[in-house]
């Protein structure tokens, strides 16, 4: 089970903003939303309310009667600010003002390995525990895994804001593992896209599962086998997440490449081996110490004559 | 918990390179190197030398100006490649082996038996020369365990003291990974090299429970840079490895009595 709190994030964002991140989660297979009181006054007057299940964060046990409607209310913890140096325990309430579950949130320097024991224990608690660890160590989404596949509440928020596990690696992670089989491909792109200009930030090229390069393929013994079976070295299917595989030409690249992209440019090179242009190809990227663009790689077969 | 000694195995210079987005000019490679050597990582990956004359070249000089770290070239399993890269001068000769079925039967168009004879033939005239020779099983995430043992043991028959196990496509979780590890060591008593991939996010997190499971041999990258997502990002796992394993493991969560 999966709650996602990165509306408790983005309290800065538009109202318009906030309601497009509720409704690019609504499309996601995630369990809960969270977000915070200014965020929650925000969406309330949406002409449809998305069929969710709405935790609020909230700072005072009182609030629990201010703002009604939530599926369930987290009483942040007063030694919130701990929480970056361990583990805290935090109440969570339902409509009726009873304690129904904990949250345990922070910074562990347990390993995956270290904490099971820990998990076996929690899981034995008498009220559900739901587990939000930050990600100081690069820990976080393999230990928000772990709870998650036994069936336990992981907390997420979109691309890892605030330190936290990133929703779309345990999505694509119970994917694959089978827990959370998707019927429907997922589409990051427009939360991608709110939450870079909400937050001010370029997201990484390679960022697992929402980097825009992380289905490009520049060396020829990936090209090779890639051609013969993308499963040999793709994890899973770009299209699965809306993405497109792109073949690069550079300095590691080989014959194959070559072939792949005159047939992709349509270009024909009947009188000139595959294996001068790679040559060329190879010869060019040194210089200019990159990979080269499908116009340069154009102007280069022309170049040679043989368009 | 006492820290285990964990040997860093860069290749920045090779699975990192592989990032289509990134290249180093010559110049680069060689700073990046004398970098690496002066950090103290065990050994450096600095290249294919099947690529060709230039990359060549470049491994050479590196081996020259690094001083402390041992020098690894990477090949396929394949006497050219290797006749190519004793040219080099290298400390250590890697040695790529495709051990899922699918890289077997869909990428080499091979079988089993046919890679096993390949192995006589490549691996143990390599382990009669000055360099050491490594073998990395590729695709190890996806193969069958059987097959790898089986790997394992005639490779070590022939001297090899490492194997590296690749997770190529960047699926295992920790758990999956101290199965496997775990089961490699007891079976085999092979030092074991971890090299993540960090499709799911978790390169650093499955590189510590490597380590625990007694691969004490990581491959890591300069930022994590290499093919799709990266590879385990180097300064982020010695982080991490430094304070997990300096860490008291009788932590509690606070607020625990009040639970």
């Known amino acids: 089970m999966i709650t996602d709190a990165t509306l408790c994030y983005v309290d800065t964002a538009s109202k318009w903003q906030q309601k497009l991140i509720l409704k690019c989660l609504e499309r996601l297979p995630v369990d809960a939303v969270e977000m915070t009181v200014p965020v929650w006054q925000n969406i309330a007057d949406m002409a449809v309310l998305p069929a969710q299940k709405y935790i609020l964060r909230i700072n005072d046990y009182e609030d629990i009667w201010h703002y009604k409607g939530a599926y369930r209310y987290v009483l942040t913890a007063k030694e919130y600010a701990a929480a970056k140096k361990q583990l805290i325990r935090q109440n969570v309430y339902n409509a009726s003002g009873k304690k129904i579950e904990t949250r345990i949130i922070g910074l562990t320097r347990l390993s995956v390995l270290d904490i099971e024991a820990i998990f076996t224990h929690w899981s034995g608690e008498q009220k559900p525990v739901s587990f939000e660890p930050f990600d100081s160590l690069n820990q976080a989404t393999a230990l928000a895994f772990a709870w998650h596949k036994r069936g336990q509440q992981a907390v997420t928020s979109f691309c890892g804001i605030a330190d936290h596990a990133p929703l779309e690696e345990i999505l694509l992670a119970a994917h694959l593992a089978g827990i959370v089989p998707m019927r429907e491909k997922m589409n990051f792109r427009l939360l991608k896209k709110i939450v870079s200009a909400v937050l001010g930030i370029s997201i990484p090229v390679n960022k697992p599962v929402i980097g825009d390069a992380i289905f490009a393929v520049e060396s020829g013994i990936h090209v090779d086998g890639i051609m013969k079976n993308p499963q040999l070295y793709e994890p899973y299917p770009p299209e699965f997440i809306n993405a497109k595989r792109r073949i690069i030409l550079g300095s590691t690249s080989g014959r194959k490449a070559v072939e792949v992209k005159l047939k992709e440019l349509k270009l024909s090179c009947r009188r000139l081996d595959t294996a001068a242009i790679l040559e060329k190809v190879k010869e060019k990227s040194r210089i200019l110490c990159r990979s080269l663009t499908d116009k340069e790689f154009y102007d280069l077969v022309e170049m040679m004559g043989r368009v | 918990m006492m820290a285990p000694y964990i040997h860093i195995v860069d290749t920045t210079l090779r699975d990192g390179t592989q990032s289509p987005l990134i290249m180093f000019s010559d110049k680069e490679k060689i700073a990046v190197a004398k970098m690496l050597d002066e950090k103290g990582v065990y050994q450096i990956e600095a290249g294919i030398p099947a690529i060709g004359k230039s990359e060549q070249e470049i491994i050479k000089k590196i081996k020259q100006v690094c001083h402390n770290a041992r020098i690894a070239v990477w090949n396929r399993l394949n006497a050219d490649d290797i006749n190519t890269s004793l040219a080099c001068n290298a400390d250590i000769i890697h040695i790529s082996i495709p051990v899922s079925y699918r890289q077997i039967h869909e990428k080499l168009k091979k079988d089993e038996t046919w890679l096993l004879q390949e192995i006589d033939k490549v691996v ?136």
């Open chain 2, 124 to 259: 143990y005239p390599a382990t009669g020369n000055k360099a050491e020779v490594t073998v990395g099983m590729e695709d190890a995430s996806r193969a069958q365990m059987d097959f790898m043992l089986a790997v394992v043991r005639k490779v070590k028959q022939f001297g090899v003291g490492r194997v590296r196990f690749a997770d190529t496509v960047g699926i295992m979780t920790p758990l999956a990974v101290h199965e496997q590890i775990s089961r490699l060591i007891q079976e085999t008593s092979i030092d074991i090299e971890f090299h993540a991939h960090n499709d799911l996010g978790m390169a650093v997190a499955n590189s510590i429970a490597a380590v625990q499971s007694g691969a004490f041999f990581i491959d890591t990258t300069v930022n994590g840079i290499g093919e799709r997502c990266g590879n385990c990002d180097m300064d982020k796992f010695i982080f991490a490895a430094s304070s997990i394993f300096n860490s008291d493991k009788n932590e509690r969560v606070n607020g625990e009595e009040n639970g």
